[in-house]
């Protein structure tokens, strides 16, 4: 089966609500006990990423919404490419036994030219985390004075 695309997309984004359900008309109805339809795949609109990632000449930064999180609940760490963000927080229930945990992870590819080594991670009063790393020095590179 061949996908064409438009050269541009629609300024409201893809219109998943009309590409979705011929493409997975099995899951329309009822399956088991549960009711399953293609609108559970869509992304919500209202609930945009809550993550901007830069990249420019001064350098790489990530700021991530964590205004659930308090800065002990987070694990910022780089494996290989990649800059991962976790966090997890549980509290015990006011309203009996239990815990109610929140978690989330989190990649981001660290573009090529980004001195990994310097990656630093801090929570702003805000409640947004903000990762940052300077572009490597190369040789063509002057510095003025």
């Not at 300024?11 to 609500?17: H, K, L, M, S, V």
């Not at 008309?25 to 795949?41: D, F």
């Not at 609940?73 to 109610?100: A, N, S």
Request: aromatic share 8%.
């Amino acid at each position: 089966m061949d996908f064409i695309l438009p050269p541009t997309l629609p300024a409201g984004g893809i219109p998943w609500e009309k590409v979705l359900p011929p493409l997975i008309p099995r899951l329309n109805g009822t399956y088991g006990q549960y009711k399953w339809s293609p609108k559970l795949l869509i992304p919500d609109p209202d609930n945009n990423s809550s993550a901007e990632v830069n990249c420019d000449d001064s350098g790489f930064t990530v700021q991530v919404d964590v205004k659930d999180f308090n800065p002990e609940d987070l694990m910022v760490k780089v494996i290989g490419d990649f800059v991962e963000v976790q966090g997890k927080h549980e509290e015990k229930k006011k309203d009996g036994p239990g815990f109610t945990t929140r978690q989330f992870s989190r990649r981001y590819r660290i573009p090529k030219g980004v001195n990994s080594m310097a990656l630093e991670s801090a929570v702003s009063p805000d409640g947004i985390l903000i990762i940052s790393a300077p572009m490597l020095q190369t040789e063509n590179s002057s510095v003025l004075t």
